[in-house]
């Protein structure tokens, strides 16, 4: 692989990241959200072939195959199902309403720039340079959680930080050890698969996924 043709291949794989976590922010139905966190996943995975081609490390392949099936196939089809069978699957009313929220996502980008300066000091390469748009990324994520009403949204915004926890370690390292990624991977989708069931479970004793919905019934 070339150097300028590694340069955009691992670009374009790290803007698609960071753009499928914006588009999170942007779209107010569930399934849409949905969506885009399986192209982030489709995009982290690029990720880790291009790096794995680069480098000709196998092991890093059977990382990117590893990440395509978890993250990009397995856990939006879980979520899927667990969206089908709540009929008001939309972001009505967001703590903060979808322009603030691009708004704050351009902000925390600059923010993830600004904090790793001198990260990207000490890793001066390629993949280095890119590690600010894996931080941004886990900070949009962490920015859904605290904003959004329903519950797979903010099942969403975990994964997003998640996919951005592994962005910056792909980056920084050029990949992580397979047995770590595996074990990472299988834990994210055994969160999912528990999650799945406490909301359907939610859904059928009460009806509901909203969170302030949830929290009236406690109180």
């Known amino acids: 692989m070339t150097g300028s043709f590694y340069a955009s291949a691992l670009e374009i794989a790290v803007s ?16 849409a959200i949905v969506r885009s966190l399986a192209v982030q996943g489709f ?43 709540d009929p008001g699957s939309r972001e009505t009313q967001p ?5 603030a929220s691009l708004v704050a996502a351009g902000a925390l980008t600059f923010l993830a720039f600004a904090a790793t300066r001198s990260v990207t000091a000490v890793v001066p390469s390629i993949a280095g340079r890119l590690i600010p748009v894996g931080l941004a990324s886990m900070l949009v994520g962490f920015f ?43 834990d994210v989708v055994l969160a999912v698969v528990v999650l799945q069931v406490l909301a359907v479970q939610l859904r059928t004793r009460l009806g509901a996924f909203d969170l302030d919905q949830l929290t009236e019934l406690h109180d």
């Open 144 to 186: 859904a959680m605290f904003t959004r009403r329903k519950a797979v949204s903010q099942i969403v915004g975990l994964l997003l930080v998640d996919n951005g926890v592994a962005l910056v370690a792909f980056l920084a390292t050029s990949g992580v050890p397979l047995l770590v990624e595996l074990g990472a991977s299988l």
């Open 95 to 99: 703590l903060v309403n979808v322009p």
């Open 43 to 85: 995009g982290l995975a690029t990720v880790a072939a291009v790096l794995g081609f680069h480098l000709g490390d196998p092991g890093l392949l059977v990382v990117a195959a590893l990440v395509l099936g978890a993250k990009a196939v397995v856990i939006p089809y879980l979520l899927t199902r667990l969206v089908r069978v």
């Open 16 to 31: 698609v990241v960071l753009l499928a976590a914006m588009v999170t922010l942007w779209r107010r139905s569930v399934r």
